[in-house]
């Protein structure tokens, strides 16, 4: 499983959530957090052919590699931060998020607007999203502590429901 979060901050709450669902899922899945958002270049599609740049490549074949792709995302005025849309922009030329699966969180303050827009982004590049994969979590900052444990019993609810509802697509494929 490969976990992108797409804040670039070292100690975000999308990380913390990262890290939650981490140990939430030890016994279940293998989660590689790919920590190199902001090493991305900024998408050109004049490089975007052979030879790629080398953390492209990197992005492309971590992405190939997983059963699956966790986005934890926060909302950067009202979209999607630019970091994460940089990487996702780097695969539309690609196939390597079609059939592939996938669960989104936003977690921010309020979300909708970029959760709407990661929704749409994930479709169109034909990643499988299940309806129980999609979570919003609203006013995260005080759902989450800095040890990363989920202090909200809603929002925990809602993570256990988006595991168990990703790995049964995990485990169909």
Request: charged fraction near 20%.
């Given at each position: 499983?490969?976990?992108?979060?797409?804040?670039?901050?070292?100690?975000?709450?999308?990380?913390?959530?990262?890290?939650?669902?981490?140990?939430?899922?030890?016994?279940?899945?293998?989660?590689?957090?790919?920590?190199?958002?902001?090493?991305?270049?900024?998408?050109?599609?004049?490089?975007?052919?052979?030879?790629?740049?080398?953390k492209?490549?990197?992005l492309?074949?971590?992405?190939?590699?997983?059963?699956?792709?966790?986005?934890?995302?926060?909302?950067?005025?009202?979209?999607?931060?630019?970091?994460?849309?940089?990487?996702?922009?780097?695969?539309?030329?690609?196939?390597?998020?079609?059939?592939?699966?996938?669960?989104?969180?936003?977690?921010?303050?309020?979300?909708?607007?970029?959760?709407?827009?990661?929704?749409?982004?994930?479709?169109?590049?034909?990643?499988?999203?299940?309806?129980?994969?999609?979570?919003?979590?609203?006013?995260?900052r005080?759902?989450?502590?800095n040890?990363?444990?989920?202090?909200?019993?809603?929002?925990?609810?809602?993570?256990?429901?988006?595991?168990?509802?990703?790995?049964?697509?995990?485990s169909?494929?």
């Amino acid at each position: 499983m490969l976990a992108i979060c797409g804040s670039t901050r070292e100690n975000s709450i999308n990380l913390q959530l990262i890290y939650a669902i981490e140990k939430l899922t030890e016994a279940i899945w293998n989660i590689e957090i790919y920590g190199e958002l902001a090493l991305l270049p900024h998408f050109n599609p004049d490089l975007d052919k052979e030879p790629f740049p080398e953390k492209v490549q990197d992005l492309r074949n971590k992405i190939k590699n997983a059963d699956g792709v966790l986005i934890c995302t926060p909302e950067y005025v009202f979209s999607l931060p630019g970091s994460l849309k940089n990487a996702i922009e780097w695969t539309v030329s690609t196939t390597l998020f079609s059939k592939k699966p996938a669960a989104i969180i936003t977690a921010s303050g309020l979300g909708e607007k970029a959760h709407e827009s990661l929704q749409l982004i994930m479709r169109t590049i034909e990643a499988e999203i299940p309806a129980g994969s999609q979570l919003l979590i609203q006013g995260a900052r005080n759902k989450v502590n800095n040890s990363g444990e989920i202090t909200d019993e809603m929002t925990l609810a809602g993570i256990k429901e988006l595991i168990r509802s990703f790995t049964a697509t995990l485990s169909t494929d």
